[in-house]
């Protein structure tokens, strides 16, 4: 998408990009990392998303006369201009020369470990930092919710219903977002043209509402669409829209057509799927599907499957495309190391806090993740790239350093990969691409052992400090608060 992102960001980041304008800071370079500290949704893991919409921003990050012309516009509470003239026109001329890498969007993650990390001048870091967390946290939640309510559906298509709900025109990179978490199709048409994934949808109660009666609604709608015809049959009688339909059915087979199925959108779904289903068998339309939908989540669909409900898909709207129940992942991004300029070394940085769950992990930061010979995951360890991770191949939990893991002898790969280099865009297309990501999805969750995946109260997946970086980090807070 075209947009213009450069101002898609708090007013504190460009007020710190003047200071550090000048405070002469702007060629002292840092390494920021993007992570979240808890499961969204209760669950076992997430499904990274968002660096798609990340690679747009890069590629298109601009001060444009407009944004200059607002910025210079805006005044101080104290009085006067909240900018100076010479900044604004560093600002102009400003290009990109930032190195982002990221894991591939439909990367299975936990907390504690990068998603993202920038380097570069310290200033762009800083720049990026609001658009790129706005991204990344709200599309790996969506994702992540697809990837449970798809779980749940336990095979059987799902279709993203949520732009009318949605928050905005955020609702566009939902939809895109929800397809790489494993929906099968949207039915927003936008995000099906700009990110080329599979749209469906048929037709609304006021269809049927439009007509002297049901019978003459879905038989009009069978002539416009013989070959996408769902009929929509709880507008005012389930029972008798199912029997309506199958008399559609029938005259649609003897006219060499399909029915291909109906859709109920109320009531009891699990009792009326099972009516449904025996009367378009009786009729001998077995090959007539069932779409259930109506505020639908994982929990319901888990629910009604138990139950025996028949149903060919689902359309899940409202609680997937606005993540319903947890409406952000909480992710952050923190200075974790800084050097004068790109030919020193870097010098580690980390936040204390009262909190202990606040404290960050110093360095250049990538991920390891460890496999067990059978291909399912072991642990992932968070490294410094600056430090080889030592023989021991031990991960220790930043939360406890008591809780440690053993991973020598593993196969593993590395995480992150590059998305940017000297500020321009190196992804290769398959890692912009919806429908691969969705497949890197699926992969990633067959790794997953079943105690990790199950929705409520999963087993914790190992994600530790390679020990060395352990002990790095249990130093530099132990001078940082004076007490060694």
Known sequence: MDVDYALLT?????????????????DEEAS???????YPFKGGYAVACGMAQLADMVESFRFGEDDIAYLAGL??????ALFEPAFLDYLADLRLTVDIDAVPEGTVVFPHEPIVRVNGPIMQCQ?????????VNFQTLIATKAARVCRAAKGRPVAEFGLRRAQGLGGVWASRAAVVGGCASVANVLAGKLFDVPVSGTHAHSWVMSFDDELTAFREYARIF???????VDTYDVEQGVKNAITVGLEMRGRGERLAG???DSGDLSWLSKMARRLLDEAGLEDCGIVLSNDLDEYTIQSMLDEGASVTSFGVGTKLASAYDQPTLGGVYKLSAVRPGPDAPWEARLKISESAAKLTTPGVLDVRRYYHADGTVAGDMVFDVNFEPDGREIIVDPMDDLRQKKLAGLRYETLLAPLARGGKVVLAPQFRNAMAAQERARAGLDTLDETQLRMLNPHTYPVGLE????????AL????????
């Open 10 to 26: 708090d007013l504190y980041q460009i007020t710190m990009a003047q200071g550090y304008w000048d405070a002469g800071k702007t």
């Open 32 to 38: 920021f990392t993007m992570y979240f500290r808890d």
């Open 75 to 80: 005044e101080a509470p104290g009085g006067g």
């Open 127 to 135: 720049l990026l930092e609001t658009a790129l967390l706005n991204m």
């Open 226 to 232: 013989p070959k996408n015809c769902v009929l929509l």
């Open 262 to 264: 109906i859709r109920i």
């Open 467 to 474: 020990a060395g970086l352990s002990d790095r980090r249990r």
């Open 477 to 484: 807070v132990a001078a940082l608060r004076g007490i060694e």
